[in-house]
């Protein structure tokens, strides 16, 4: 499940460290170092984040959880293949 955001001073992000343990790690083995941004909130330096955006597009992109493939698996409706199309064609 997606994590809610915070936002301050207009910028979305998320904690990497207020991920579940699952998110955490493969966001870490998976996402560039580059995306990671350390926020300054009220005087606290928060070290490890990614805006909300990068997070969103990792998560609809990349991350898979187990439960959702078998949830996914369960629930999808079969694809419909080779329907029959009546034409009139002459030769």
């Keep these: 499940m997606k994590v ?8 979305e992000f998320v904690e990497i460290s ?6 955490k790690t493969s966001l ?7 995306l990671f941004i350390k926020i300054l909130v009220d005087g606290k330096l928060m070290p490890r984040c990614i805006q909300y955006k990068d997070y969103e597009e ?5 991350y898979r959880p187990t439960e959702s493939k078998e949830q996914s698996n369960a629930t999808a409706v079969p ?5 029959k199309i009546s034409a009139n064609l002459q030769i």
């Design 4 to 11: 809610n955001s915070t936002i301050y001073k207009g910028i």
């Design 18 to 23: 207020a991920l579940p343990n699952e998110q």
């Design 28 to 34: 870490m083995q998976t996402v560039s170092p580059d």
């Design 58 to 62: 990792w998560y609809d992109n990349s």
């Design 79 to 83: 694809e419909t293949r080779g329907t």
